[in-house]
């Protein structure tokens, strides 16, 4: 079992930054990849990020490539998502996620076996 805990939501205004955390426990040493899905209105989880865990191998979704910085600092079991230039449109629910596995499409909400209770970032006008 992996725990995910996430941090550092809040609310900002349109060009502003946030940093988001993600705290691993438990069988950390079998995390594989980590990824960013903020929930949509309608309730799917979209992709932003994904990492590989140990190595550093990166992906994005292209809105928010030039945008938002995924890291990992292993001895913390942490990942983080930096967010700069945020919009209105980037407010929802983000939450973390682990895959144990070690599957390729990093994009794909399936890849992923544990997940996070998410944290609220909104972005004003």
């Known amino acids: 079992q992996v725990q995910l805990v996430e941090s550092g939501g809040g609310l900002v205004q349109a060009g502003g930054s946030l940093r988001l955390s993600c705290a691993a426990s438990g069988r950390t040493f079998s995390i594989v990849n980590m990824g960013w899905f903020p929930q949509l209105p309608g309730g799917a989880h979209d992709f932003v990020a994904a990492?590989?865990?140990?190595?550093?191998?990166?992906d994005y979704a292209d809105s928010v490539k030039d945008r938002f910085t995924i890291s990992t600092d292993n001895a913390k079991n942490t990942v983080y998502l930096q967010m700069n230039s945020l919009q209105p449109e980037d407010t929802a629910v983000y939450y973390c996620?682990?895959?144990?596995?070690?599957?390729?499409?990093?994009?794909?909400?399936?890849?992923?076996?544990?997940w996070g209770q998410g944290t609220q970032v909104t972005v004003s006008s």
């Open positions: 990492i590989r865990w140990f190595g550093g191998i990166t």
């Open positions: 996620a682990a895959d144990v596995v070690g599957r390729r499409r990093l994009t794909f909400r399936d890849t992923y076996d544990y």
